[in-house]
């Protein structure tokens, strides 16, 4: 299983997760989000600005993220046409699963 790093700033409403030991060749923004791209053109980071008001739709906010534990993302590639990323947010009492709403078409 892939280790991840994460980071989250509560000043600035940032989350970071990356795959650990993997190399960003470049980046694309979409909105509030931006994908890390490694060596192989797959996914290897995640930022979300303003998660706070992103996760709020299943109840997380700045405070449940400060106390966040581990974080990571899986990329659905069962559809070869289209790639739905997934995030796992690991709290102290429950795990919860966000998909992004931004597929990514290959």
């Not at 980071?45 to 400060?66: P, Q, R, T, W, Y």
């Not at 534990?69 to 289209?82: G, I, L, Y």
Request: charged share 25%; hydrophobic share 40%.
């Amino acid at each position: 299983m892939e280790k991840f790093n994460f980071d989250y700033s509560q000043y600035s409403d940032i989350l970071h997760i990356h795959k650990n030991n993997q190399l960003t060749k470049g980046s694309v923004e979409i909105g509030d989000f931006t994908l890390d791209f490694g060596n192989k053109d797959e996914i290897v980071g995640i930022e979300i600005e303003h998660a706070s008001e992103f996760f709020s739709n299943v109840d997380i906010n700045k405070e449940s993220l400060k106390v966040l534990k581990n974080a990571n993302f899986v990329v659905d590639k069962r559809n070869p046409r289209c790639q739905i990323i997934f995030i796992k947010l690991e709290f102290p009492t429950v795990i919860k699963k966000v998909p992004m709403p931004l597929p990514i078409v290959s």
